[in-house]
DNA sequence: AACTTCTATCGTATTATTACGATAGAAAAA
DNA sequence: TTTTTCTATCGTAATAATACGATAGAAGTT
């Protein structure tokens, strides 16, 4: 057992949750946070404003990358890190949505 | 190791993080769609709707209920769920301005 | 009282996540 | 060429999450 059953829910609930599970660490928050902050692209000083190892930082980075909220790019001897404006339009879009289509009942 | 080092960062990231961990399943997520559809609280068929085990699916439940964004009412023998407005609109106020807040840069 | 129904919790197995030191590789700088 | 700088990946250890059968408890029903 152990292994998440995804196959037996849709599409749009996977990307939803996984999308959610990017951002279910404050480290992975912080991050974005600061990309917001600076307004720019990010090129290697990241790990510097977290109270993280570098390792551990680069695993928090590949997790944005998978679910593509961010992308790196290579430049010289840095990668430059940009939030994905295309998946992060999509994830704006698909979380609000399910946070107003849930609404109270009671 | 392997103990996410929550204390490093703001009350706010970790919130938000904690929020997004409650929606990082797609049967979670799908529970809150099950509510949203009928509009009502749920008493004591969701079971039926997902195609898990009943104890796992009380510990998504459970889930929900520890972030705060459902409360169980015990009504006889069943127990109803219903979302809670106070919580869940934190939520949507959290992540609709994380979302916005971090903007495109490049 | 005995039975049925519903849900939580326990116990357990499996997989995933988090963290960090060490190492490798790529590119600029000396 | 050697060195420095930056980042990804490997290896590993510890903790968390997922799933389900079995069981317990609470509250109606017969």
């Not at 995804?6 to 959610?20: G, M």
């Not at 695993?59 to 840095?78: F, M, N, S, T, Y």
Request: proline share 3%; with cysteine.
């Amino acid at each position: 057992m152990g292994t998440s059953k995804k196959e037996a829910f849709s599409n749009s609930q996977n990307r939803l949750a996984d999308l959610a599970k990017a951002l279910a660490h404050p480290a992975r928050i912080a991050i974005l946070e600061f990309l917001a902050k600076k307004n720019a692209c990010i090129c290697g000083d990241i790990v510097e404003e977290l109270p993280l190892s570098q390792a551990t930082v680069s695993q928090h980075l590949a997790e944005l990358k998978r679910v593509g909220l961010i992308k790196g790019d290579i430049e010289g001897p840095r990668v430059c890190y940009c939030i994905n404006q295309k998946a992060w339009s999509e994830a704006k879009q698909l979380l609000s949505q399910f946070m107003v289509t849930v609404k109270n009942c009671c």
